[in-house]
């Protein structure tokens, strides 16, 4: 049988990068992207594109079946920043989408589901440093509480129902190719833009804060191989820690100064400070490692020559 995918949330930082990973491999015909604002140019151009409300349980359900979708990626969330701002209505989307897609996919037959979890289900209580698989977790934050419940019911579908639900938990994501989309870690990706920009930067996190990141090509090919993996090989069903490198504000500037030596760095903390601060500064992540293989390629040094040069080319072409 072909493998056909869905991925709703198509057109944000994560999405409109895996659509284009997963046609490479599926090819352009077998992955549908969906999402409720429009996709970029390229995701339009090269395959499926149609608006499609994750909240809207009959459609999403009527796409399956038309579609024959065996397999589905939901990235659709309210992060971590804009949430605190809506709590009610951020648990209510996060929460929604995803019993959504739970259900759709018991209902269809579409067996495997990717739902991306977080760092955020981590809170005060949990320790800092290489975090653990399992541990003390609770978060304090409506992005973190919802995340943390839904790792929960993923595991609860995939033993109650067989729903073949796989989860990772992102650290802080660094892509040049999307604007950040309102998340605490959204500082890593800000810094570069404006560090080409103008040769300044001011952050909205102390200058010591740690925090677990990832450039983005390693985190969609971590996604990618979770989800080719053999179910045999997966002793988790809830989400799998996933790190990159941990760097805090003032590591990443004195790395930028490298390619740019008079680039400068102010600090003006705001609430997302608070959040960052209840989160790991590092992740144990040998859990992944050990059952699919889970590998990182970029370190802070090879990420940020990565981003300047990315950023630079995509800033000319605008001009």
Not at 26 to 42: C, L, R, S
Not at 176 to 193: H, L
Request: with cysteine; aromatic share 10%.
């Amino acid at each position: 049988m072909d493998t056909n995918i869905l991925v709703i949330g198509s057109s944000g930082q994560i999405g409109s990068e895996l659509v284009m990973a997963l046609r490479k491999i599926y090819g352009n015909n077998h992955v549908f992207a969906t999402d409720i604002k429009q996709p970029t140019e390229e995701i339009r151009k090269s395959g499926p594109f149609q608006i499609l409300d994750v909240l809207d349980f009959n459609n999403l359900l009527h796409f399956l079946v038309r579609f024959n979708i065996t397999e589905i990626y939901n990235l659709a969330a309210v992060l971590s920043g804009n949430a605190e701002k809506i709590p009610l209505q951020a648990w209510d989307i996060n929460m929604r989408a995803l019993m959504n897609t739970l259900e759709a996919a018991r209902e269809s037959g579409a067996k495997k589901l990717f739902w991306p979890s977080s760092i955020a289900v981590f809170g005060p209580t949990t320790p800092r440093r290489n975090t653990p698989q399992t541990t003390i977790m609770e978060p304090n934050t409506v992005y973190g509480i919802s995340k943390l419940a839904g790792e929960r019911w993923g595991e609860y579908y995939n033993k109650r129902y067989g729903v073949d639900f796989r989860s990772v938990r992102y650290p802080g994501l660094i892509s040049y190719k999307t604007e950040p989309g309102g998340g605490t870690t959204d500082y890593a990706v800000e810094i570069f833009f404006e560090a080409v920009k103008k040769g300044h930067y001011q952050c909205f996190l102390k200058e010591n804060t740690a925090l677990p990141m990832m450039f983005m090509e390693d985190a969609i090919s971590n996604t990618i191989k979770l989800m080719q993996a053999d179910a045999k090989q997966l002793s988790l069903r809830s989400s799998y820690n996933m790190a990159g490198i941990s760097f805090d504000p003032k590591q990443l500037a004195a790395e930028i100064r490298k390619h740019i030596p008079g680039f400068t760095i102010s600090f003006k903390p705001d609430f997302r400070q608070a959040i960052a601060e209840s989160w790991p500064a590092s992740i144990d992540d040998s859990v992944a490692r050990r059952d699919w293989n889970m590998e990182t390629t970029y370190d802070i040094g090879k990420l940020t020559s990565t981003m300047l040069e990315k950023i630079r080319e995509k800033l000319e072409k605008k001009a």
